[in-house]
């Protein structure tokens, strides 16, 4: 599977993006999508995940009421709609996908990576 990010850009405080991932091949429906994050100087850290079929989500806390992650897998696309955000939200933010259709939190645990798109928040 590959995969490629899109959708990021500069915002001001209190504004929204929406990042997209496209992904190649015929079994998109089939992988745990997730989206992670990673600010200068810091580790990558999880934002949110997906299963395949769409049916459980889970967000990291620091996600959680502003940003909602979804997938349209006719499109062999996933999204992560963000809202209210804030400088502390600036980070790459990368889409990853599972083989396993089973929800995790760790990098490790993910085996394909897009190439990561810039969200820039301004104050």
């Known amino acids: 599977v590959q995969l490629q990010a899109s959708g990021g850009g500069l915002v001001q405080a209190g504004g929204s993006l929406r990042l997209s991932c496209a992904a190649s091949?015929?079994?998109?429906?089939?992988?745990?999508m997730g989206w992670f994050r990673q600010a200068p100087g810091k580790e990558r850290e999880f934002v949110a995940a997906?299963?395949?079929?769409?049916?459980?989500?889970y967000y990291a806390d620091s996600a959680k009421g502003r940003f909602t992650i979804s997938r349209d897998n006719a499109k062999n696309t996933a999204y992560l709609q963000m809202n209210s955000l804030k400088p502390e939200d600036t980070a790459v933010y990368y889409c990853?996908?599972?083989?396993?259709?089973?929800?995790?939190?760790?990098?490790?645990?993910?085996?394909?990576w897009g190439q990561g798109t810039q969200v820039t928040v301004s104050s």
């Open positions: 990853a996908a599972r083989r396993a259709d089973g929800l995790r939190l760790t990098s490790g645990e993910y085996d394909f």
């Open positions: 091949g015929r079994t998109f429906s089939s992988y745990a």
């Open positions: 997906i299963r395949g079929s769409g049916s459980t989500i």
